[in-house]
T-cell receptor, first 109, second 118 residues
Framework: LAKTTQPISMDSYEGQEVNITCSHN???????ITWYQQFPSQGPRFIIQ???TKVTNEVASLFIPADRKSSTLSLPRVSLSDTAVYYC??????????FGAGTTVTVRA | GAVVSQHPSRVICKSGTSVKIECRSL??????MFWYRQFPKKSLMLMAT?????????EQGVEKDKFLINHASLTLSTLTVTSAHPEDSSFYIC??????????????FGPGTRLTVT
């Protein structure tokens, strides 16, 4: 399983863009990068998944450089309700996802 | 997206009794489901992989006789905590693996079950 490293916490204000970078130096050729969001006492919610370059959906963008050793989740114009723990996971065929500590994002008014 | 449900959402049981938690994929078939445990302010820990029609695969340190997993259909996996003790009190979360057209997979998580053993 590719190990991931991400910041423990980040603070932001409403309306700002939040970028969370995750390092995954040992990513395998077939691995995808997936980000999840978790609120207290809830299961993680799928945010976005990508393999290379850039992926965008209605809630976030995921930027993956050519070497794929890192990825950046971008949350545009965050609101108070975006306060949560964000997890970066790497895997596919070895599909047992291993959760790291995640990044606690706190959005303030 | 996809929907995964868990039942019950919350359960309190006495020490020594058994508790069954259900995990269902509501709008897709899942040949593989996963069970996680999460302690307060900690990350999710994978307990076992549940495969439809075959025995579950347990992670190191997880007692298979204590945490019984059954994946009887493509939409249902159950976790039974046998002879529960207070240290089994935790938040149990299941996930279901959904294939994508491009060959990748996405995992969708249930809302979790809070187990309290008194």
């Amino acid at each position: 399983l590719a190990k991931t490293t991400q910041p423990i916490s980040m603070d932001s204000y409403e309306g700002q863009e939040v970028n969370i970078t995750c390092s995954h130096n040992n990513i395998a050729t077939n691995d995808y990068i997936t980000w999840y969001q978790q609120f207290p006492s809830q299961g993680p919610r799928f945010i976005i998944q990508g393999y290379k370059t850039k992926v965008t959906n209605e809630v976030a963008s995921l930027f993956i450089p050519a070497d794929r050793k890192s990825s950046t989740l971008s949350l545009p114009r965050v609101s108070l309700s975006d306060t949560a723990v964000y997890y970066c996971l790497v895997g596919l065929y070895d599909y047992k996802l291993s959760f790291g500590a995640g990044t606690t994002v706190t959005v303030r008014a | 997206g996809a929907v995964v449900s868990q039942h019950p959402s919350r359960v309190i049981c006495k020490s020594g009794t058994s508790v069954k938690i259900e995990c269902r994929s509501l709008d897709f078939q899942a040949t593989t489901m996963f069970w996680y445990r999460q302690f307060p302010k900690k990350s999710l820990m994978l307990m076992a992989t549940s495969n439809e029609g075959s025995k579950a695969t347990y992670e190191q340190g997880v007692e298979k006789d204590k945490f019984l997993i059954n994946h009887a259909s493509l939409t249902l996996s159950t976790l039974t905590v046998t002879s529960a003790h207070p240290e089994d009190s935790s938040f149990y979360i299941c996930s279901a693996r959904k294939p994508k057209r491009e060959g990748a997979y996405e995992q969708y998580f249930g809302p979790g079950t809070r187990l309290t053993v008194t």
